[in-house]
């Protein structure tokens, strides 16, 4: 990495880092995987949020690897789902979720798109 904290790009040789800074292993493994539509970002505080997009789900996670809060979309196509629902699966994606969710994002209260915002929370979005 250059002092500009970007990586160089060397003809016949991989990108990127060549070992890992953390990584995160769900339990049991098979619990967390997403062929598709999934991220993660670094947070200020040190943690990692993790999107498994294909199964509509939000974890945060700590550097010793525990799970500190977990949320699960619970909108579908054609609206909230009832409180205690099944998240019934996608009929064309296998292995998928009708929750499917492609990104999500933690933004700081101070995020310029967030500015006078009432940012109250107001209640479940389950039915």
Do not use: C
């Not at 994606?93 to 798109?113: I, K, S």
């Amino acid at each position: 990495m250059d002092a500009k904290g970007n990586y160089s790009i060397v003809a016949g040789q991989a990108f990127g880092p060549k070992t890992f800074v953390w990584s995160y292993k769900a339990n049991p493994p098979s619990s967390l995987f997403a062929g598709a539509i999934s991220g993660a970002q670094r947070l200020p505080n040190g943690n990692t949020l993790i999107d498994d997009g294909t199964h509509g789900t939000f974890i945060e996670v700590i550097a010793s690897g525990e799970v500190v809060w977990k949320y699960v979309n619970p909108v579908v196509t054609n609206g909230a789902l009832a409180k205690n629902a099944g998240i019934p699966t996608d009929p064309v994606r296998d292995g998928e979720l009708m929750n499917a969710v492609f990104r999500v994002y933690r933004y700081a209260p101070t995020y310029p798109g967030l500015v006078g915002k009432t940012l109250t929370p107001s209640g479940v979005l389950e039915k």
